[in-house]
């Protein structure tokens, strides 16, 4: 089990792509992750700013989401080594 007492972050990246290899590599591999997704962009839903208001037009939306994956602190160095 990951919890935020035991996880280092293995990855962070803006492509979807790339973050889906390293989920099928970990999954592969057997290495228990967990993917935190933000997209920096989002503004509370409560506030007048915000998509609502200033839309996306022009928004890059293959780097709209940062997708940060974690695993357990003692599986770290080999899911590095996988992902070589």
Not at 38 to 53: D, K, M, Y
Not at 59 to 76: E, G, W
Request: aromatic share 8%; net charge positive.
């Amino acid at each position: 089990m990951i919890t935020i007492f035991n996880r280092r972050e293995l990855l962070t990246t803006f492509s979807m792509q790339e973050q889906n290899r390293v989920r099928d590599i970990l999954s592969q591999n057997r290495i228990d992750y967990r993917v935190k997704t933000l997209n920096p962009s989002a503004r509370s839903t409560l506030s007048a700013s915000g998509r609502s208001r200033t839309g996306s037009f022009g928004v890059n939306t293959d780097s709209a989401y940062q997708y940060s994956i974690y695993v357990r602190a003692c599986d770290l160095e080999r899911a590095r080594a996988c992902l070589r």
